[in-house]
């Protein structure tokens, strides 16, 4: 005990210096946007090769199951697809008109196709990480799926790996969705807990809808196109001042086992943002004459 003493005694002074360092370098990032902006980004690039590793070697034994479901899914699709274009065929005698359309309909959208290299599904506030970057083309605030429906909303970006807020964060996630079909819109919200399952906040009381029915992505904001799936209905709920109702819906995009996503470039929603914020501008400069 007298000898660690001794050595404390005498090398107190380094301990002192050491202890200084660490909070002057707390501070300095916790309280300076720029630094904590660039010390975020700059780790973010270094966990996201961490990560790589890991992630490449879950993604390879995983890939049979993947393989799996995909095969299903897009069987069901194209299935699907086959039936709508029959029927429309028989309704319009046109068979080139739905070719043309969906070509279009495609053009508007450039799908950036990721790995999900970190995630995490029981925290309040989960972020995930994908090898995607900047330089890939990745923007913030751009919109992330998954085959299965909606995953989040890129946050920060690095030259080679990109942040997500999932729809598994309970404070930063409001994603506009709709109930599919009727047109009633509210917004997607996560309260913690269970991973499967979120709620639709602020349906109308006058609604008219069924549980089972689906929800997707209304359109209504700058980050999502309409028509990305988002879940199921399960419950309804009054919301607490009565006025509306709390749909409790079951999740289509599997978080827990999430591996590949793509982020969506859609031009259309790009120029509706631009236009936004140069209407909320506007607004601004006539409130400040």
Known sequence: MKNLLDFLAKYHHWFIF?????????????????????????ANAMVGKLYDGRAAVESFFSLTKINEELTLRNFYLERQVQELATAYSDLTKDTTKLERQGLLFLQKYKVIPAKVVSNSVDKKDNLITIDKGSQDGVKV???????????????????????????????????????????????????????????????????????????????????????VMVGQIEKVFNS??????????????????????????DESVAEQSRLLRAAQDSIKAKENI
């Open 18 to 42: 050491v202890l200084l360092e660490v909070a002057s370098v707390v501070l300095l990032f916790q309280y300076n946007s720029y630094q904590n902006s660039v010390w975020f980004s700059s």
């Open 141 to 227: 605030d751009m919109g992330v799926a998954c085959g299965l429906g909606v995953v989040g909303v890129v946050y920060m970006t690095s030259d080679h790996y990109s942040v997500v807020i999932p729809v598994l964060n309970s404070s930063s996630s409001r994603i506009s969705c709709a109930i599919r079909g009727r047109g009633y819109f509210g917004f997607l919200h996560w309260a913690g807990g269970d991973a499967s399952r979120a709620y639709v906040e602020d349906i109308p009381r006058h609604a008219q809808f069924h549980r089972g029915e689906w929800v997707v992505t209304s359109g209504y904001s700058s980050i999502f196109p309409a028509g």
């Open 240 to 265: 607490p001042d009565g006025l509306s109702y709390r749909l409790q819906v079951k999740l289509a995009t599997d978080f827990a086992n999430l591996r590949d996503v793509c982020v969506i470039n």
